[in-house]
C-alpha cells in the first residue's frame, strides 16, 4: 500500500518544519495523524513545545517544491504510511523514551528499492573521516565480508571509514545504505559525488531533511541516531577520543541494539574511541565479518566459525600421556624406569602412555628401550622451545 | 618467623618428589603437616593418589643436596611456614578446588628481597615469545607504566613479550619477578641470562622445580599458574591463536584474578588471541598502565584518569545555543529572522543564545547583524566539514 498524496504531502510540509530531532511534535503526530498535526501546526494551534520546535519555519510552503525537486533527482518522500516504511526497525525510537531519539517523521529516499527489506539484515559501519589505512583497510574488508553474507551495510557517506565501509559492500555486489545530514539531492562531501551515484544505483541513499537542505554540524549528530536505528546493529572501526560515531554508538545502545568496535592499535590516537567503548558494557570486540554477523543475527543461523586452530599432533592426546612425550629423547633411547622418573608418573602409566604413543606414531621401540618418532613436517619446531611463553 | 631446617629439608623433599601440581600430596601436607607427609612418602604409607603422584621419585634423597645447590648461587626455598611466604595471594590455588591450580608445595627464590611484599600490588604482563614489534612496544611501555605507579611486575622470562615487561620495568627502577619453568640456577632462555642476573640483582626469581630442573614444554602451562597466581591480575598483550598466555589468563580467572588484554591490529595473528580473550565475559580491554593499576588497584586509589580530551569552544554550550553558533556565518552578516528560520529555533531563543555567543566571544554583533567571530587558532579547521561522519 501507497500513503495518499494529500498524506505524503503533509508529511513533507512537517519535515521541513521542525529541525529534527523533534519530539514534541512526533508525539503530536503520533496522536492527531499527520493530516491533522500539519493543519494545527499552520494555524498555530499546538501546545506550546510544538510551537517551539515549528514557530520559526511555520510559514514555510515548501512541501510540493521539495516533491518535485525530490522527483528531479529520482528521489522520494517515504511516509510511515507506505508498505514499504521499515517499521520494526523504527518502532525502537517511539520505545526509547528519549527525546534526543524522535523518530524521523518521513524519510526522503533516492534510488529504486525498497527501504524496509534492507534493514531487515543491516549493520552499521560508522568511524572517523580521518583514518588511517588500517581503519579503512578493516571497513573495507567487514563492508565487503557482511556484503557477501547477505547483510545490508548502513553508513554515512563520510570520507574514511563510512567510505570505505560503503564500497565494501559494493564490491561485494551487495547494497548499500548512505544516510545523509543534508538533502539527498546535494552530493557531500563532493569528493564522494561519484560513490553517491553508486550507491543510489546498487542501494539507497536516505535523510530525513528535505531536498536543499545543506550539512551542518549538528545534523551530523542527529543523522546518526538514524544510521543506529536503521541497522540491527553498529560497528565502530575507528574513532578518535571524541567522535561522532561514539554518538551513533550510544545511541545505538539506547535503542536497544547491538554495539561492536574493532580493536587497532593502542598506540593509535585514531583506536581510542574504540577502545573506550569496549571498556564500556555491553559492548563486543569483533576482528572479522563472521563475528559481526553472528551479533546481529539469527542465533543458530549465523554463528561464527571459529578460526581453524592448528593441529598439533599430541593436541588429542591425554595429559599424562604428553608428559611422557615431552620427556621422551628423539637421538637416545629411554628406559620405561628413566622415563618414569623423569616424567614423575608411576610405571605402569609410563606404559600404557608409551603404548598410546606407539599406536599415534608418536613413539617407537628401539632394541635399547623408547624414543621419539622422527618429526613429521607439521611437528616441526615445536620442541620445549617452541611452547615457552607464548 | 622462619621455618625450621627440619621443615624447609621436608619441604624441600616434597617438592622434589612429585611433580607439579601434585594436588594429592598437597592435600595430604594440608592435613598432616610436612615432616609426616616426608615420612609417609618415604615409607610409602600413602592413600593411592598420593603414590601415584609420589612413587616414580620417592626415592630419590636430593633435598639436602638441592638446598646446597640453591645456596651456592644466592637462592633460597621459602616455605610456607616462613613469614615471607605470600599467602594472601596463595590462598587462592587451595580455595579454587581445581586439581590443575594446586598451590606450590614451596617456592625456590632466587635473590634477597621478600616475595609476600612484590604480590601485593603486582601485576603479570604475559604474551607470544614471537611477538611483534608492537608488541614488545606495549609490553615495555606497560611494565616501565605500572612500575612507575610502585605495582610488580610478574612475568616469565621467555623471549618477546615477557622479557619486553621485565625490561620496561627495570628502566622504571621497579623491581620485577620472573617465575621460571625450570631450576632458579638455570638461565633459560640462555639468551637472557643477563636479564635474569638483572633481575635477581633487582627484584626475584621464583620456581616451583628444585635447582637442577630443566624446562619440559608441560612444565610452561603449570609454571604459568604460578605468574596468575602471584600477581592481583594478568594482562596479555599479544597473543597468537593457540598460546599459553591464554592458559595463563584462564588459570586467572579461576583465581578469582583480573584479566585484561590489550588490542591490536586485527590483521595481526599475534592479536587474535588477545581479542578472543575480549569478547569473553570478565576480561577487560585495558590501553595504558594506569587501566591497568586501575583494574587491579584499590578503588579510589588507584583510579586511572581518562586521558584530557581536547576542547572547543562550543563544548559547554547549551545545544541550542550551538545551533545558532552553526548557522552563524563568518563572512555574511545574519539577522535574527533569517538566524531562526535556517537553525529552525524561536526568535526568542535565536536572541538568547546570540548573547550567550557574543558573551563567550565567538558572535560578534555588526551594523548589519550578526556574525561569528574570527576563529581563534584552537577553532581551526573546526567547521562544518571537520564534524562530519567521525
Known amino acids: 500500500m501507497m500513503a495518499s498524496d494529500e498524506v505524503r504531502l503533509a508529511r513533507a510540509y512537517l519535515c521541513g ?41 511555520c510559514a514555510r510552503e515548501l512541501a510540493a517544491e521539495q516533491l518535485r525537486a525530490a522527483e528531479a533527482v529520482g528521489a522520494r518522500l517515504l511516509v510511515p504510511e507506505d508498505d514499504d516504511w521499515p517499521l520494526a526497525a523504527l518502532l525502537a525510537f517511539s520505545r526509547s523514551g528519549y527525546p534526543h531519539l524522535a523518530a524521523p517523521l518521513a524519510l526522503w529516499v533516492r534510488g529504486t528499492k525498497p527501504l524496509a527489506p534492507l534493514t531487515e539484515r543491516s549493520v552499521a559501519v560508522v568511524g572517523s573521516r580521518a583514518c588511517t589505512g588500517y581503519g579503512s583497510h578493516v571497513a573495507n574488508s567487514l563492508g565487503f565480508g557482511v556484503a557477501e553474507l547477505g547483510v545490508t551495510v548502513f553508513s554515512g557517506a563520510a570520507f574514511g571509514i563510512d567510505g570505505a565501509a560503503h564500497r565494501g559492500a559494493l564490491s561485494a555486489g551487495g547494497p548499500t545504505v548512505a544516510v545523509l545530514a543534508c538533502g539527498v539531492d546535494i552530493a557531500y562531501p563532493a569528493g564522494h559525488h561519484r560513490l553517491l551515484a553508486q550507491i543510489v544505483e546498487e542501494g539507497l541513499v536516505v535523510s530525513e531533511y528535505p531536498p536543499g537542505t545543506t550539512p551542518a554540524r549538528h545534523r551530523f549528530l542527529v543523522r546518526n ?166
Do not use: F
Request: hydrophobic fraction near 40%; charged fraction near 25%.
Open 17 to 57: 518544519v521542525a529541525e529534527p530531532p523533534a519530539p514534541a511534535l512526533a508525539a503530536l503526530v503520533a496522536v492527531v495523524g499527520p493530516l491533522e498535526a500539519a493543519a494545527r501546526v499552520r494555524q498555530g494551534q499546538v501546545p506550546e513545545r510544538v510551537a517551539k520546535e515549528t514557530g520559526a519555519r
Open 225 to 390: 541516531r538514524v544510521i543506529a536505528g536503521l541497522s540491527a546493529g553498529t560497528v565502530v572501526v575507528e574513532a578518535g577520543w571524541r567522535s561522532g560515531s561514539r554518538r551513533t554508538a550510544s545511541d545505538a545502545l539506547l535503542l536497544g541494539r547491538s554495539v561492536m568496535a574493532v580493536p587497532g592499535p593502542v598506540t593509535s590516537a585514531l583506536s581510542v574511541g574504540s577502545h573506550r567503548l569496549l571498556r564500556e558494557p555491553g559492548v563486543t570486540a569483533v576482528t572479522t565479518a563472521a563475528e559481526v554477523v553472528e551479533e546481529i543475527g539469527r542465533i543458530g543461523i549465523d554463528l561464527a566459525e571459529p578460526s581453524a586452530p592448528r593441529e598439533r599432533p599430541t593436541d588429542n592426546l591425554h595429559h599424562t600421556t604428553a608428559r611422557v612425550y615431552d620427556v621422551l629423547d628423539q637421538r637416545s633411547n629411554g628406559d620405561v624406569r628413566r622415563l618414569g622418573v623423569e616424567s614423575g608418573l608411576p610405571v605402569e602409566l609410563v606404559r600404557a602412555a608409551l603404548g598410546e604413543l606407539e599406536l599415534a606414531g608418536l613413539a617407537e621401540r628401539t632394541p635399547n628401550g623408547w624414543r621419539r618418532a622422527p618429526a613429521s613436517p607439521k611437528h616441526a619446531g615445536k620442541s620445549v622451545e617452541g611452547c615457552g611463553g607464548a
